[in-house]
């Protein structure tokens, strides 16, 4: 079995490679704002979407898997309406803009593709219980910054890593993942070596992410890292000079499109508030009587002296 298929061990090891990048940068318990139960079900979403986005590619191809990936903004704006402490609406056009931007880019990466994207059932599954984590994950992130602002983003990856390492163990032990892959990596132990460079790689991805959930929302942030993808992809051929068919131009269309949605100042208008209503919340205990005076006296002082 490839390597590929540990997706539970792999984010495992991984894991404890952040807990020490987190020691290094200081941080201590002592640091701490939020209670321990706060992470409990972050800890669980966080852990079982790395564990099933790696172990999928065991079935599912690289462009399959970014097709379904592509899509994560759209599930992290539908559930950010339910989740306690967010209850987050977004305005129509908002919708619209994640909707071409999750095309465009899937269109630009089927363009990209050097093979067709290839389907699995259990592949299918394991990216999709992945989404449906990926949107609870950053709707649960953005109501705990919420809830408490002094809440910092090492805190949050030091104890949802914590809380969540031991939920890796119960699939790991279930499938008998734990054993396979301990002896496969102890055959081949730079696979070790490949780990650490990743979680550091995904440690400062990590921490800017929760700066940018922080900061603008899960869903924001969400159509941020969907947007990196397409202009890593744009890059790439702009630096080896490779070809742009039609489907790339209307990938790229698209994408523009959606960004530019997105950047449109809300145009709802703030309710008017009629002239009686102010006086009457500025002076909610006085009679008609006084506010007629008061209108009068008001009048008088705008007349000119001369």
Known sequence: MAFVSYGWYFTFVQGFVYLILIRLQGF?????VNPWK??????????GSHG???GSLAYLNYPAQIMFKSTKVLPVMIMG?????????????????ALLLVVGLILFTLADAQTSPNF??????????????????????EAIFTTNPDTTQMEMLFCST???????????????ELIRAWNSCSQHPYVYGVLVFEAMATFVGQVSV?????????ATTAMIT?????????????IFTKPLTEQHGSGLLLISMGIILKMLPDTKPAPRIPNSNINAKRHPKTSSKEVESMQLEEDEERRPLV
């Open 120 to 141: 699995s059932i259990i592949g299918i599954l394991m990216i999709s219980s992945a989404l449906i984590m990926d949107a609870f994950l950053g709707n649960f992130q």
């Open 162 to 176: 914590v809380v969540g390492i031991p939920f890796l163990l119960v699939p790991m032990i279930l499938t008998g």
């Open 28 to 32: 201590t318990t002592k640091q701490m």
């Open 38 to 47: 706060t992470y409990v079900k972050l800890s669980a979403v966080l852990m």
């Open 226 to 238: 969907t947007a990196r993808k397409a202009v890593t992809l744009l890059l790439s051929y702009m």
């Open 52 to 54: 099933l986005t790696k």
């Open 210 to 218: 929760l700066s940018l959930i922080a900061i603008f929302g899960a």
């Open 81 to 97: 309406a339910f989740i306690p402490g967010l209850r987050r609406k977004y305005p129509f056009h908002e919708y619209i803009s």
